[in-house]
Nanobody, 116 residues
Framework: QVQLVESGGGLVQAGGSLELSCAAS????????MCWYRQAPGKEREWVAC???????TYVDSVKGRFTISRDMTKNTIYLKMSSLKPEDTGVYYC??????????WGQGTQVTVSS
């Protein structure tokens, strides 16, 4: 079973930047579209950015122009570069398949806190 390990979160002031990483224990990225998700306090987990096998990317409207998803197949890692951060970007960020099922567990996530 592939394990996903997210890292790079932290506390940042509004307007600041962070880059998150998601490392996989196997070649999951070679066969699956992948997404970054986030869960804000008291809210449902939502998708934020996705990258498909062809490298095309999609973003939720609230992060367009501020976030960039990318991947490095040689390192089995995907990234989320976040800039112009807002307090509403606060949450725990996870990576996983775009079309995940119950057989695809979540990693521990990485906390992003944006102070105003």
């Amino acid at each position: 079973q592939v394990q996903l390990v997210e890292s790079g979160g932290g506390l940042v002031q509004a307007g600041g930047s962070l880059e998150l990483s998601c490392a996989a224990s196997g070649s999951i990225f070679s066969f699956n579209a992948m997404c970054w998700y986030r869960q804000a306090p008291g809210k449902e987990r939502e998708w934020v950015a996705c990258i498909n096998l062809a490298g095309s990317t999609t973003y939720v409207d609230s992060v367009k122009g501020r976030f960039t998803i990318s991947r490095d197949m040689t390192k089995n890692t995907i990234y989320l570069k976040m800039s112009s951060l807002k307090p509403e970007d606060t949450g725990v960020y996870y990576c996983n398949k775009r079309f995940r099922t119950s057989r695809d567990p979540w990693g521990q996530g990485t906390q992003v806190t944006v102070s105003s």
